[in-house]
């Protein structure tokens, strides 16, 4: 079964300071990768996602991952991070053997002044 | 907009009660899924359905039943709440294609039903 590690609960980075969201997952197959954003009191939205083609995807409000797939990796990264990017960011991949997408334990991203 | 709509923001209910989480959708989406998300555990899958009167067990379907009677409508039915079923509750819906993964619908969330059970 495929698996996703988000490395770090809690990330804190200054207003314009390089946001990086670290996932690592597990797949013995070439997997679908997605980063979703979760608002403070509100449901889960999606960033950016990856399924074949283009290694580097890019997403709403300046967000971007690279698929590397020697890595197993789908980090996220934003060149300079807004007081508007606070939030709980989830990776997830799909896992072909059961049909059934499968959530990181998220990352608080904090931003401070 | 897709608007993915859970019925209650918060809600108190005692042991052992029935309780009933409601979700509503208006995108004609054909696949439904009920999430819970706790602290340090991300998000987990209780139950989804791909149509009317189908449902499929997610990772984690016991103490917790379905319901979908209409294509819009994915209700989630605690039979006796327990203190270990407090948790903020998700719905999602997305449209059905090769599989539930569908890598090309995302999935779309609502805000969420925070239960407390006493």
């Known amino acids: 079964a495929q698996s996703v590690t988000q490395l770090g609960s809690h990330v804190s980075v200054s207003e314009g300071a390089l946001v990086l969201l670290r996932c690592n997952y597990s797949s013995s197959v070439p997997p679908y990768l997605f980063w979703y954003v979760q608002y403070p009191n509100q449901g889960l939205q999606l960033l950016l996602k990856y399924t074949t083609g283009a290694t580097l995807v890019k997403g709403i409000n300046g967000f971007e991952a690279e698929f590397k797939k020697s890595e197993t990796s789908f980090h996220l990264t934003k060149p300079s991070a807004h007081m508007s990017d606070a939030a709980e960011y989830f990776c997830?991949?799909?896992?072909?053997?059961?049909?059934?997408?499968?959530f990181g334990t998220g990352t608080r991203l904090q931003v401070f002044p | 907009d897709v608007k993915v709509t859970q019925s209650s923001r918060y809600l108190v209910k005692r042991t052992g009660e029935k309780v009933f989480l409601e979700c509503v959708q208006d995108m004609d989406h054909e696949n439904m899924f009920w999430y819970r998300q706790d602290p340090g555990l991300g998000l987990r899958l209780i139950y989804f359905?791909?149509?009317?009167?189908?449902?499929e067990k997610g990772d984690i379907p016991e103490g917790y039943s379905v319901s979908r009677e209409k294509k819009e409508r994915f209700s989630l039915i605690l039979e006796s709440a327990s203190t270990n079923q407090t948790s903020m509750y998700l719905c999602?819906?997305?449209?059905?294609?090769?599989?539930?993964?569908?890598?090309?619908?995302?999935?779309?969330f609502g805000n969420g039903t925070r239960l407390t059970v006493t």
């Open positions: 997830a991949v799909s896992d072909q053997s059961t049909d059934k997408l499968i």
């Open positions: 999602a819906s997305s449209f059905l294609q090769s599989s539930v993964t569908n890598y090309n619908s995302p999935l779309h």
């Open positions: 359905s791909y149509d009317v009167k189908m449902k």
